[in-house]
């Protein structure tokens, strides 16, 4: 038991929480209902807040091209009071701490907020098209799991809230914006939120592990780099002059095929994917133009720049070969980062003590990445320690996938564990 709440109304409660953050989903640097519903709860708490537009530095900041104005009146539309999305000061993620006015650690914990691209699946054998809290905005789902990261931050700040006057030091809760395509993380952190951070937790549910079971620290991040590509060439007709023609498309196809046609290193684990390529105008016009999305990634900071470096040299070498020009556009990055022995150790503690939990391990290798490695390099770098913990959740279908749903039960584990991270970190 954590908190002044019955543990089946405690429970509900995050339930609740989740499914309502489930139900309207917002992409990267869009999340101004997520942020302005996190910060109306963390001030209602005694949180001291700082909200993206107090402290973004817009020359970090990636991948963002989107309507402010816009996006602020969905939010609204949605539900989000005014008020609260207006001190947003346009630019999505809060920073909200809890100051015991006693010596003692810095502890900050990472919770991602935003959602992936993706329309989610409608039919009633997904829970939330069953159940009522599927996505209302199209081509938006959190097939993540970030509703959940969020719901249980929320309840993490709960538990240090109405517990206050047993811990000492700061706690600090940062409500990222922007995972996906980890174009968020990095201008959190280069906002200096993590310069006097002692201890610092990051959280992911699912992947591919069973609710029950916990990892203390995770392992084996990729450093990715995140590009788009705009292929220039010539319209002309088809059939009447083609030679006349620069044909984007084909330069665009013809650098899909090589790019996946880079050499592995062998220094390490390397991977590329055009995930995007969009050209043409019609069927009597030689293509003008040519789009891509893609992305890089290598174990090591020296592999990826191999991958990218290469990348780069397909991409201009295919424009070359049919008289285009292409732009390459960086619009998301992240390094790599491992979990300090130390604070694995205090959340393997902790975890043992959690009902719920029927396994827990020290390190599970993560073959993906997130830009939550920004924040713990950051940390580590100024003698702090830092890990990602592993929290297992059976799920519906793979992560990213228009049928993924989690099991509810691992968000009570994931509270109670953090809860007993935070109990042994800032405890007096």
């Known amino acids: 038991m954590t908190c002044t709440l019955t543990e089946n109304d405690r429970i509900q409660k995050m339930i609740e929480r989740r499914r309502d953050f ?12 997520t942020t302005a519903k996190v910060a109306q709860i963390m001030d209602g708490l005694g949180y001291a807040l700082r909200f993206g537009g107090d402290f973004v530095r817009p020359e970090t900041v990636m991948g963002r091209s989107i309507d402010v104005e816009a996006q602020m009146r969905r939010a609204v539309d949605q539900g989000a009071d005014p008020a609260w999305v207006k001190k947003t000061g346009g630019t999505t993620g809060l920073c909200a701490e809890l100051d015991t006015g006693r010596e003692g650690p810095v502890v900050a914990m990472r919770f991602d907020i935003d959602c992936v691209d993706t329309d989610e699946a409608a039919d009633e054998g997904h829970l939330p ?8 905005n199209k081509g938006w789902m959190h097939a993540c799991g970030h509703d959940g990261h969020t719901a249980i931050g929320l309840a993490v700040a709960e538990y240090v809230s109405e517990h206050k006057d047993s811990l000492k030091g700061k706690i600090r809760f940062l409500f990222q914006p922007a995972e996906e395509g980890v174009r968020g993380g990095y201008a ?31 392992y084996g991040f990729l450093c990715t ?16 002059e083609p030679n006349q023609g620069k044909n984007a498309l084909l330069a665009a196809a013809s650098a899909a095929l090589n790019l996946h046609a880079i050499a592995p290193h062998r220094d390490g684990p390397t991977r590329i994917n055009v995930g995007v390529l969009q050209a043409g105008e019609g069927r009597n016009v030689v293509p003008p133009k040519a789009s891509m999305k893609i992305e890089t990634r290598g174990a090591t900071d020296d592999i990826l720049k191999y991958v990218y470096e290469r990348a780069v040299q397909v991409i201009q070498g295919a424009a070359a070969m049919y008289d285009c020009t292409a732009e390459i556009f960086k619009r998301g990055e992240a390094n790599t980062a491992d979990s300090d022995r130390e604070i694995v150790d205090i959340i393997c503690d902790a975890a043992r003590e959690v009902k719920g939990v029927t396994k827990v391990f020290p390190k599970q290798l993560m073959s993906g990445s997130d830009d939550a490695c920004w924040m713990m390099k950051r940390v580590q770098d100024r003698s702090g320690k830092a890990t990602y913990v592993g929290l297992g959740a059976t799920i519906a279908a793979g992560h990213h996938n228009d049928h993924f749903d ?23």
Not at 22 to 33: D, K, V
């Open 22 to 33: 489930h139900r309207y989903p917002e992409t990267g640097w869009t999340e101004f209902r």
């Open 129 to 136: 098209a069953r159940e009522g809290f599927r996505s209302v």
């Open 225 to 240: 780099t995140k590009i788009d590509v705009d292929f220039t060439g010539k319209g002309a007709h088809a059939g009447g």
């Open 188 to 218: 959190m952190t280069q906002a200096g939120l993590l310069d006097d951070a002692d201890w610092f937790i990051a959280l992911h549910l699912g992947l591919g592990v069973p609710t029950g079971t916990v990892y203390g620290g995770t």
């Open 406 to 428: 989690f099991d509810e039960a691992c968000l009570p584990i994931g509270c109670d564990v953090l809860c007993g991270a935070i109990r042994r970190l800032s405890g007096k």
